[in-house]
């Protein structure tokens, strides 16, 4: 029974914001234990009537049905879930750690619903005869698929541990991100004269000094944000303070008391485990692969060994170099991980002959905003236009209004760039609307999440390379949102298979480092003269400079991901103890650590959205290398014909096909490996083609 709500809620009324945006403005912690009560019970009640339905199972009344419940709790959830993730408080953690059994407890309810799942089911059965759009079918197959694959049609006693599972599995997810989160908190080393801030150059003092002043400190700050640590390592000269940031840094959630995660994470493996037996998996990597394009553990496998042994042995070249540069530089030490980005940042500048330093003045975060939107008009059509009648969650939030080629409004962007303590690290992608036709003309309100360093008051902030990539590869998912052109919920946006999820937002960055955007975009932020040719053509020259580290330490987590969920029954597992047998196994180069260690691995084991998928960029980044060499080859990075089939059927088309039938609509075959080898720099390519 949906209970009595109070008019006070900003939940419970219609919004008459522009865009019906949230009212951030009027909505407070204390209002959503309410909200999500109201809402569940509503939802609960729409489900119950949709299974109790007397009428012969139609899409109509069922699956459309099932589209077109839950309005007040996605609207809820996806208020919730940007203020928790962008500008947290100590009363929305509370909120979280309560709500997230809640949610996951509701969810497997209607998921093990047999009345419900004998309607689906026997849709699914007579889905040739029904006289659906390729659309429906296509929801259908998703619906029939997801109640299957949550359990549906176990027995009784299986439903019922699956459901102790499900939800001990969310508080278990939310436990760990708020473990990491406090931990990142905690630590800020404090800087305060010349000798602790030797090495650092201006754009890095002013962005620690922000920092400082931001926590309430004197002086300046390094915080945990890889947008501090990483140009902190790559620019100090001092090693003993290099040192503390990196083990202050990877160890996130692994220094013992009540925010440690090794626990948690033994647990997760072990229940993820069980849940994959009761479901008639081998093991977690068969369940998830299984609705996975690359369908198979070895199928992955095969990738990141191929992968994995040529950005190893570019890795072992590059490490005994830098050792020699030790040398040099008069140090009597064996490089340890601390020391690997600021020596090579050294051996960048003897052979490539530039610097970071050189470079972060052209980059400017507004002039790299600017080469997004460009690159989205030029491909698509769009254009964007500042809005400063829109609520937003914090001041720093930016918003634009997104328009079509022809003038129609397509959505609204949200971008918030900065780092601050009430924000998780990291960057990523989500939506407060997504967009679909069922209930008429819904426009998505589609948002960026990223932490920049953010420059001193009156001053730009300057981004580094990766900063500049890590916008664009945000922004791409952005736009899978933003064009998604879909009628059903269940497949718009961003809603398709893990492993192809990231190939709009990876394929986004090949742009940034096209010539032609450089030269219009990399404006020096105080002269506005371009970046010099010369720099210019040595930055993409050495574009796959250090390209081994950067890829043995992404691999190692994909590997090690893998490998924890192929493990059929994890009775007692140690997680360090696991950690450091998988990466002696494979040969970890002591001189590189993981990009993210277990116990800060939020991908996951916080949610587990990219359990046993990690893989899912390397796997997306064959498909965008292919994808990008389709524009290549018409000698035009911005053709119109190729960018037509990119929008119909990668950008724009959802989940509204299998992953691998949409590839091949788009570049008429599905790639292998080859492309990947060939821009990671990496020689002897293997032909490995993808599953599909």
Request: with cysteine; glycine share 6%.
């Amino acid at each position: 029974m949906t209970r009595t709500v109070t008019p006070e809620n900003p939940f419970f009324a219609a919004w008459t914001t522009p865009d019906g945006v949230p009212p951030f403005d009027c909505i407070a912690p204390e209002h959503f234990r309410q909200a999500y009560e109201h809402a569940l019970a509503e939802h609960e009640t729409e489900i119950a009537a949709i299974a109790a339905d007397r009428e012969p199972p139609s899409f109509a009344n069922t699956i459309a049905a099932m589209e077109r419940s839950g309005r007040t709790l996605t609207r809820v959830s996806n208020v919730f879930h940007v203020l928790v993730g962008a500008h947290s408080n100590a009363a929305l953690l509370e909120i979280e750690r309560d709500i997230a059994p809640q949610i996951a407890r509701h969810w497997n309810k209607i998921h093990t619903n047999a009345a419900l799942f004998r309607r689906i089911d026997g849709l699914a059965k007579r889905a040739e005869t029904l006289d659906l759009t390729a659309e429906q079918k296509r929801v259908l197959e998703r619906y029939h698929i997801t109640f299957r694959r949550a359990g549906a049609g176990l027995d009784g006693a299986a439903k019922k541990r699956l459901a102790e599972i499900i939800e001990r599995l969310a508080a278990l997810g939310t436990a760990f991100s708020q473990n990491l989160l406090a931990d990142e908190q905690a630590f800020a080393l404090s800087l305060k004269d010349e000798a602790e801030l030797a090495g650092l150059p201006n754009f890095m003092r002013e962005a620690l000094k922000s920092e400082a002043a931001e926590r309430g400190l004197d002086g300046y700050a390094v915080t945990l944000s890889r947008s501090y640590v990483e140009p902190f390592l790559q620019f100090s000269d001092r090693r003993d303070l290099r040192e503390k940031v990196f083990r202050a840094f990877i160890m996130r959630g692994d220094n013992g008391g009540p925010t440690d995660n090794k626990a948690i994470i033994a647990e997760t493996v072990r229940l993820r485990a069980e849940r994959a037996r009761l479901l008639g998996f081998a093991d977690f990597a068969h369940y998830r692969l299984d609705d996975a394009m690359a369908k198979t553990p070895d199928a992955v496998r095969d990738l990141l060994d191929t992968v994995w042994l040529r950005a190893r042995k570019k890795a072992l070249g590059d490490r005994d170099d830098l050792q020699v540069l030790v040398a040099e530089d008069g140090g009597n030490f064996k490089l340890a991980p601390w020391d690997w980005r600021y020596y090579a940042e050294k051996f960048r500048q003897k052979r490539c002959d530039f610097d970071e330093a050189a470079i972060k003045p052209y980059l400017s975060l507004e002039r790299m905003i600017e080469a997004v939107f460009y690159t989205a008009q030029r491909l698509f059509g769009l254009t964007f236009r500042p809005r400063t009648d829109v609520p937003v969650w914090h001041p720093d939030v930016r918003v634009w209004e997104v328009r079509r080629a022809d003038g129609k409004p397509l959505g609204v962007f949200f971008g918030d760039y900065f780092a601050r303590p009430s924000k998780r690290s990291g960057a990523w992608m989500t939506s407060l609307r997504d967009q679909e036709g069922l209930a008429g003309d819904v426009r998505p309100l589609i948002v960026n999440v990223c932490n920049f360093a953010k420059a001193a008051d009156g001053e730009p902030t300057l981004l580094s390379f990766d900063d500049a990539h890590t916008l664009f590869h945000e922004f791409g998912h952005a736009l899978h949102g933003l064009l998604s052109d879909v009628t059903y919920p269940e497949i718009a946006g961003t809603n398709v298979a893990t492993d192809f999820v990231e190939l709009p937002s990876q394929l986004y960055e090949h742009w940034l480092e096209q010539p032609d955007i450089l030269r219009r975009f990399a404006l020096h932020y105080q002269t506005g003269e371009p970046m010099p040719e010369a720099l210019l053509q040595r930055l993409i020259a050495a574009r796959n400079f250090n390209r081994g580290f950067a890829t043995v330490e992404y691999v190692a987590c994909a590997l090690v991901d893998l490998d924890f969920h192929a493990l059929a029954s994890p009775h007692e597992i140690d997680p360090a103890a696991f950690e450091t047998e998988a990466l002696n196994r494979i040969g970890m180069p002591g001189e590189i650590v993981m990009r993210h260690r277990p116990p800060h691995f939020g991908h996951i084991f916080s949610g587990g959205g990219y359990a046993a998928g990690y893989y899912s960029y390397m796997w997306s980044e064959v498909l965008d290398a292919d994808a990008f060499e389709a524009f290549e080859e018409t000698g035009d990075i911005f053709d119109p014909a190729t960018a037509k089939r990119l929008h119909d059927f990668v950008y724009a088309a959802g989940g509204a096909r299998d992953p691998a039938e949409a590839y091949r609509s788009f570049r008429g075959r599905l790639p292998n490996a080859d492309a990947l080898l060939r821009k990671r720099g990496f020689t002897d390519p293997a032909s490995t083609t993808l599953a599909g």
